[in-house]
């Protein structure tokens, strides 16, 4: 799932029935987002800015390679 709200979104993966969402940065504190169509509120730390969001669109065809680059938070 990517969302993507006011320059900020949120790339999960699920995987083996377990949600991984991308640690984006070392921010702390919570930010505002919209996910289908409802406001969410999510660590800023698991958000990524809009222009990292669509790196990472590009990356997709490697998820293996997206989890051993990155640092995931599973939910």
């Keep these: 799932m990517i969302a993507v709200s006011g ?8 995987i083996d029935a377990a949600f991984h969402t991308l640690v984006g940065s070392a921010e ?6 919209m996910v289908g ?3 969410i509120v999510q660590p ?3 958000t990524v800015s809009a222009d990292g ?10 998820v293996e390679g997206m989890l051993r680059r990155y640092s995931w ?3």
């Design 7 to 14: 320059g900020r979104g949120i790339v999960t993966l699920i």
């Design 28 to 33: 702390v504190g919570d930010v505002e987002v």
């Design 37 to 39: 169509g409802q406001s």
């Design 44 to 46: 800023t730390r698991l």
């Design 53 to 62: 969001v669509a790196r990472l669109i590009g990356e997709l065809p490697d």
């Design 73 to 75: 938070h599973r939910e």
